[in-house]
Structures are given as C-alpha cells and as structure tokens.
C-alpha cells in the first residue's frame, strides 16, 4: 500500500478514488454514452479467523492498487455488457489473474443495475461504494437490493452517496447537452 493511501481515513480514500470514477464516467461522456464510470482497487484477503490479518492468498504486489477502471461503452460497443462495472470487473479478474475479486472495492458513479450487482456478487468482490443512486433501475438498494440480500452465500459490504452530488451532475449535464443539441 502505498504512503499517502495508508494515512487516509476510509471517507477519504472513498473520495479519492470516487473522483476516479468520476474521470472515467467524463470519458464515457466525451464519447456520447451516458456517463457511468468505474474503478476496482485492491485491498487485500483477510484472513477468516483473524479478520485483523491478511490472508496468504493476498497478492501483496497489488495492495492499495487500481486493478481495474471502466466507462460505459454500451453504444460505441453496441453491447448490453459493456456496462462500466463488467469492463471493470474483467480488467481487474486479468490483472489478477483470477475471476474471484476478495479483497476488492468497486467506486461506481452510479447504483449498479442487476446484471453488474449480480456480476459483482458473482466475483466475490467485498465493497462497493456508490455515487448517486438510480431509482429507476438500481439493484443495490432501489429497486433490489441484491447486493445485501438475504440468502446469498456472499453480501457485498455497501457505502451510498459517497461524491453524490458531482456523480448526479456528471448526468444530468450530459442529458441538459444532449437535449439542448436536438
Ligand atoms: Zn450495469
């Protein structure tokens, strides 16, 4: 783990790594997709009996790290999956060499919808921190909650509104452009 990110406090390095987020959703919105933007850093396996320990499964050469970054890219891909939080998750299961994600955090801009909460459940990630929230389609608390659910063999540890306000106007600025140019 690198200096500066050991002597920050969470809400801190929430931020931080939120306004990554935030740069990759502005990439999505310089290529006219609604910007979404992702990034997963790495924080290490604890140990299941000694939650205060880290794991020998941890791959020390990536503590502290971004292991994976995405944007939305459904149209330019023309793809359903191209959502931020896959591309992500793909990049970082690469970079680890592992489809399991213990010992990961996602920062997303935005509540990730079913398909990316269940991707996130699936990968085994340990948090998600979330910008703003999405009424209309969130599945981490809005419409579902899948990431907390009862019943699962996994739940996700979830932290809501981190950048909240700069997240829901990356959005609604791009859709203010997008109408103003019609
Ligand atoms: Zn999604």
């Not at 459904?74 to 793909?90: F, M, Y």
């Not at 801009?109 to 990316?116: D, G, I, N, S, V």
């Not at 269940?118 to 389609?137: E, L, S, Y």
């Not at 979830?158 to 909240?164: D, H, I, L, S």
Request: one cysteine or more; glycine letters at 8%; hydrophobic letters at 35%.
């Amino acid at each position: 783990m690198t200096n500066t990110t050991k002597n920050m406090s969470t809400e801190e390095t929430d931020i931080k790594y939120m306004k990554e987020a935030i740069r990759q959703a502005k990439k999505a919105a310089e290529a006219g997709e609604v910007p979404i933007g992702c990034v997963i850093v790495y924080n290490g396996i604890r140990d299941k009996g000694d939650r205060k320990k880290f794991s020998d499964k941890t791959k020390t050469e990536f503590m502290g790290k971004v292991i994976g970054r995405g944007y939305n890219r459904r149209n330019t891909d023309k793809s359903t999956l191209s959502h931020a939080e896959i591309t992500a998750i793909k990049k970082a299961s690469k970079k680890l060499d592992d489809w399991r994600l213990e010992g990961a955090t996602m920062y997303v801009t935005l509540e990730p919808c079913q398909m990316c909460a269940g991707a996130i459940m699936q990968a085994r990630m340990d948090r998600v921190v979330i910008g703003c929230m999405n009424p209309k389609a969130g599945c981490a608390g809005s419409i579902l909650n899948i990431l907390e659910m009862d019943g699962f063999n996994h739940k996700v540890e979830v932290t809501r509104g981190v950048c909240e306000d700069e997240c829901s106007r990356v959005l609604t600025d791009f859709f203010k452009e997008m109408r103003s140019r019609k």
